[in-house]
């Protein structure tokens, strides 16, 4: 089984400022997906981002872009020029690849506060 | 492009009453997922349909809950007879069957349900 873990439960940046989110998962697949989800208040879920593990480039998606580490099962979102419309829980998740549908499996996100 | 739907947004009942839980998949997504979070806790997959078959029930918890998904289309998720324990936000979530792709999934708002 897969497990995912957000160690940082609440986080704050200042507007403008970076902040990175961290994430570690445990598995013993070789291939799969990992994402990072945002949760707006009273919004629905949206992905942020995804990284298939067979890659060893850096997924980027404009402001935010993940740190990837494969071998240290790392999975850490950095949110770069932070605005207000960035406050949201952000959760973490994994994924098996068997080329069709699977489900995530989640970590218990992180509320990020970004203050003006 | 219509997103998930989720009906009803709020749900408040009794324990021992029954509540039906509805979601609408993107349109021409043949897979849908149901994932629950309880209060402090991580977000949980429930189970996923193909169409309207279940493809991985694993995830349920006992046999007071009942999904079904006639017809392929919306589906439907019945908690019966409710538990205190059963509080919290169901999500659906769909995704389309591509042969040879993980696509990504997409959210609802979720439902929060509400046993007293």
């Known amino acids: 089984a897969q497990t995912v873990t957000q160690s940082q439960p609440e986080m704050s940046v200042q507007e403008a400022e970076t902040v990175t989110l961290s994430c570690t998962y445990d598995?013993?697949?070789?291939?799969?997906?990992l994402f990072w989800y945002k949760q707006p208040p009273s919004r629905q879920m949206i992905l942020v981002i995804r990284?298939?593990?067979?890659?060893?480039q850096n997924a980027t998606e404009n402001r935010f872009s993940v740190n990837f580490q494969k071998a240290a099962k790392s999975f850490s979102l950095k949110i770069s020029d932070s605005q207000l419309g960035d406050t949201a829980m952000y959760f973490c998740?994994?994924?098996?690849?068997?080329?069709?549908?699977?489900?995530?499996?989640f970590g218990g996100g992180t509320r990020l506060m970004v203050k003006p | 492009e219509a997103g998930v739907t989720q009906f009803p947004s709020h749900s408040v009942i009794e324990k021992g009453q029954t509540v039906t839980l509805r979601c609408d998949p993107i349109?021409?997504?043949?897979?849908l997922y149901w994932y629950r979070r309880v209060m402090g806790k991580e977000i949980k997959f429930l189970l996923h349909?193909?169409?309207?078959?279940?493809?991985?029930e694993s995830g349920m918890p006992n046999n007071r809950f009942l999904a079904e998904r006639t017809g392929g289309t919306y589906s439907t998720l019945k908690v019966q007879p409710a538990e205190l324990e059963d509080s919290g936000v169901y999500f659906c979530?769909?995704?389309?069957?591509?042969?040879?792709?993980?696509?990504?999934?997409?959210f609802g708002p979720g439902t929060r349900l509400t046993v007293l």
């Open positions: 990284q298939e593990a067979y890659k060893q």
């Open positions: 598995t013993s697949e070789s291939n799969y997906y």
């Open positions: 998740a994994f994924m098996k690849d068997n080329n069709a549908g699977n489900m995530l499996t």
């Open positions: 349109s021409g997504h043949d897979n």
């Open positions: 349909f193909v169409k309207e078959s279940k493809q991985d």
């Open positions: 979530a769909s995704s389309p069957l591509l042969a040879g792709v993980t696509d990504t999934q997409y």
